[in-house]
């Protein structure tokens, strides 16, 4: 997905040029992967700029860390005014935000212990990740030759960097094979989720997910819609799914920051129901798209407003 470079990036407590955020190539995180991101969003809502759920992806980027032994030099407050900072400078009103930390330059060798940490925090448009057709009709995915990197491997739960060389690998995988997205399953051969979103199944009026143990990453847009289902008097039942059943489902669908509910038509050349988004889908993306941009009074404690 291509992007519009914006003014201002947040360095280490200070705004800096967009050119200037440049990384040194003997940067540990860029030869072993360790660092963590997030990725928020922020909505044009009612009341003006409104971050979804930014405390949330700030704590899951301190237990990222934490997961990966690194120990953060700013805490949950520091980064979140930082964010509503990086918005403000590039005068966005709605965008994409991407906070990282990883470690440094010092030396050589896998272990980065002592190493400085670098955090940025970058602000830039973003529309939508699988497409407006997509979000409308649905896509078409398949499932992974890859499995999903399991917990004894890596804290699988964390969104860690060299975690998403096991994401990169399958959704090239699936684009290379014509699909728009991936279904990894984990070492036990049960569903675990997308390179960048998680599933959701709907079985005879039933909403299943995988929980958290399957080897995912714990999803806070997947937290939403679990709430919203809830409040709606529908049962979200986290159970493990196996491929088969995947074959049997009524609706499928993907949840993510980027992906938001993007329905799934198709899975491994099989028509998902009557291969378009079905009415489970349809309704909770509607209410999702509504929440999120403050259409819906009570869900606003979700919205964090930049101003
Ligand atoms: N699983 C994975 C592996 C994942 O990367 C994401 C987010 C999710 C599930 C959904 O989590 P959440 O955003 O909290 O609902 N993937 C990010 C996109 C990665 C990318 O850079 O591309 C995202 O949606 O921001």
């Not at 990384?23 to 860029?30: E, I």
């Not at 809502?45 to 979804?52: D, H, V």
């Not at 529309?127 to 649905?138: P, R, T, V």
């Not at 998902?272 to 079905?278: I, N, T």
Request: proline share 5%; charged share 25%; glycine share 10%.
């Amino acid at each position: 997905m291509k992007i519009q470079p914006t003014g201002k990036i947040w360095k280490n407590g200070k705004l800096i040029d967009w050119e200037d955020a440049t990384v040194h190539v003997m940067s540990h995180g860029l030869h072993y992967g360790t660092g963590v991101f997030e990725g928020i969003r922020c909505y044009d809502a009612a009341a003006g700029p409104a971050i979804f759920r930014l405390k949330e992806h700030m704590k899951r980027m301190l237990l990222s860390a934490n997961s990966i032994n690194m120990k953060l030099p700013y805490g949950m407050t520091e980064l979140s005014n930082a964010a509503k900072e990086t918005v403000k400078a590039n005068k966005l009103r709605s965008c994409y935000i991407r906070p990282i930390a990883f470690y440094g330059v010092q030396g050589v060798g896998v272990n980065p212990m002592g190493y400085p940490i670098e955090v940025f925090i970058v602000a830039f448009e973003l529309g939508a990740y699988l497409g407006d057709e997509g979000m409308k009709n649905g896509i078409r995915v398949h499932t992974s030759s890859w499995h999903r990197i399991g917990g004894g491997m890596v804290p699988a739960t964390a969104k860690a960097c060299g975690d998403y060389l096991n994401s990169a690998l399958a959704v090239m995988e699936a684009k290379q094979n014509g699909f728009d997205e991936t279904i990894m399953l984990n070492e036990l051969h049960m569903v675990a989720e997308g390179s960048g979103e998680n599933l959701f199944m709907v079985k005879d009026g039933r909403i299943l997910t995988p929980p958290l143990n399957a080897g995912i990453l714990p999803g806070i847009t997947r937290d939403s819609v679990m709430k919203i289902a809830e409040d709606m008097g529908k049962d979200v039942v986290e159970q493990n799914i196996a491929r088969s059943e995947l074959y049997l489902a009524d609706e499928l669908f993907f949840t993510g920051t980027a992906a938001e509910v993007t329905p799934i038509r198709e899975v491994d050349r099989r028509p998902v129901g009557d291969g378009r988004p079905g009415p489970v889908t349809k309704v909770l993306q509607t209410k999702f798209l509504d929440i999120v941009r403050g259409k819906d009074k009570k869900y606003l404690a979700w919205l964090d407003p930049v101003k």
